[in-house]
Every structure is written in structure tokens, then in C-alpha cells.
């Protein structure tokens, strides 16, 4: 098979790979959602988180369809700390005694997590219509800590929780 190939079948398998971690992250919060669903306005949130997840999923499954691949794939050894994460956070997710400040300090360890730079960058080679460009500002890193901030707060999750995505919104703005 000529290099070109072999070089576009690992890319997609990559995407594919990666298309399936944000699917994951996307159950995980539909399953938040379930899990607070006493709470009309907490489910909805997480109902919200999980359709954001979902549209990365579609922008990545849009680069894979449109062979429009990041220069810089990510490697085994972030694969393998994104799946080790995940099972730990699908884990926790299995604790019945799970409290919102629980399900918010999963949310910051997914969203702080490698995946969101993994994203960035294979999907920073899409180029298009201003609606397609302004989709993937919405979908940036720090307007997931920018929910997340609100949301601790209308909720009333702890100080401490509100201190930690406090302190990872700032440093998102920054970079």
C-alpha cells in the first residue's frame, strides 16, 4: 500500500478513535443527567454538556468524511491516558452515593483532561463558511469552563469545586 494510504487509514482510525472518546463523554453526562434528575434544571445542564460532546464527535467525524487531518496526531501513550481515564471516570459513575459536587469534579477532570487539546488540534484544520468557524469557537475549551463556572455557581455546588473550575477558566483564557 503506498504511504499516502497508510498514512490516511491512521488518520482515520485515530479520528474514529477519538470520535468515539467524545461519545463517551457524552454518555458520561446524559448519565449525570439521569443520575439528577430530580433536579430539573441540573439534568438539563448535563443534557446540555452531552450535546456538546456529541458535536465534537460531528467535527471530528466531518474532518474523518472530509480527509482533512491535523498534521500532528496524537500518540499511543495519550490514547492509552484518555482510555485509563475514562474507565475511571465510567467507574465512579457506577457509585450510587455519587453527589453533584462528585459529578462536577468528573466534569473537571474530563475537561481539564488531555482530550480538549486533542481536539483543538485535530480540528484546527477546518476551514469554511463563517457558521462552520463560529461552531468551532462555540465549541472551545473555555466556553466548557465557562458553563461549568456558571453552573457550579446557580447550583450551589461547594467553594471548593467553584474554586477549582475557578482557577482552570482563568488559566484557559490565558493560553
Not at 4 to 18: K, M, P, Q
Not at 37 to 64: I, P, R, T, Y
Request: aromatic share 8%; charged share 25%; net charge negative.
Amino acid at each position: 500500500m503506498p504511504p499516502e494510504i497508510t498514512a490516511s487509514t491512521e488518520a482515520r482510525n485515530i479520528y474514529r478513535g477519538f470520535i468515539q472518546f467524545e461519545e463517551r463523554s457524552a454518555a458520561l453526562y446524559l448519565e449525570l443527567s439521569v443520575r439528577f434528575f430530580d433536579n430539573a434544571e441540573v439534568g438539563w445542564f448535563w443534557v446540555e454538556m452531552a450535546m456538546e460532546e456529541k458535536q465534537h464527535a460531528g467535527m471530528l467525524q466531518h474532518c474523518s468524511e472530509a480527509g482533512v487531518f491535523a498534521c500532528e496526531l496524537p500518540g499511543k501513550d495519550q490514547i492509552q491516558r484518555l482510555n485509563v481515564l475514562f474507565r475511571k471516570l465510567e467507574a465512579r459513575l457506577e457509585d450510587p452515593a455519587l453527589t453533584l459536587d462528585d459529578a462536577f469534579e468528573m466534569a473537571i477532570a474530563l475537561e481539564s483532561s488531555e482530550i480538549n487539546d486533542v481536539y483543538s488540534r485535530l480540528t484546527a484544520p477546518i476551514e469554511g463558511p463563517a457558521h462552520i468557524m463560529q461552531k468551532k469557537i462555540e465549541l472551545s475549551v473555555a466556553n466548557h469552563f465557562e458553563k461549568l463556572d456558571e453552573a457550579a455557581r446557580k447550583f450551589h455546588v461547594s467553594a471548593l469545586v467553584q474554586a477549582h473550575i475557578a482557577g482552570l477558566l482563568s488559566h484557559s483564557r490565558v493560553e
